[in-house]
C-alpha cells in the first residue's frame, strides 16, 4: 500500500527546461486525464497559427516526420513552451503556488509569463 500523502507548507519552485526536452507524445496522460492542462495547452497551441503544433506532438502513428519537426527549433519550442505553461498552470490549479520560477533557454519564457513579465 503506498503511503498517504500530507499537505506541506514547504516552497515550491518551478524549473523548466530548454529546448531538446521535448519529445513525441509528450503530455499525452496529462491531456487526457488533467483538464486545466488541456484546456490551457489548446489554448497556447492555438496561437500558433501557421503550423499544427498538436499533429508534430501527438502524430496519428509512430511517425518519424513528427520527431524530425519537433527537433526543429520552429516547431520544437513553441510546443515545448505550450506543455510547460500548461503544466504549470495545472500544478497551479492544484493549489502549487511557486516561490520561485527558473527557466533555462525557452523554459526562461515560460518562468518570464508566469511571473508576468510578459504575456503568453
Do not use: K
Not at 36 to 55: I, K, M, N, P, Y
Not at 81 to 92: C, D, I, N, P, T
Request: proline share 7%; aromatic share 10%; hydrophobic share 55%.
Amino acid at each position: 500500500m503506498a503511503p498517504a500523502l500530507e499537505a506541506s507548507t514547504a516552497p515550491a519552485a518551478f524549473m523548466f527546461p530548454g529546448g531538446g526536452a521535448q519529445y513525441v507524445g509528450m503530455a499525452r496522460g496529462l491531456t487526457a486525464h488533467a483538464p486545466v492542462f488541456r484546456e490551457t495547452l489548446v489554448q497556447c497551441l492555438g496561437l500558433v497559427t501557421d503550423r499544427d503544433l498538436a499533429s508534430a506532438i501527438w502524430p496519428a502513428a509512430n511517425d518519424a516526420a513528427a520527431a524530425a519537426r519537433l527537433e526543429a527549433p520552429s516547431w520544437g519550442l513553441p510546443a515545448l513552451f505550450a506543455v510547460e505553461y500548461a503544466l504549470a498552470r495545472q500544478w497551479m490549479a492544484w493549489g502549487v503556488e511557486p516561490a520561485a520560477l527558473i527557466g533555462h533557454s525557452m523554459g526562461e519564457y515560460t518562468a518570464a509569463c508566469l511571473a508576468g513579465v510578459m504575456t503568453v
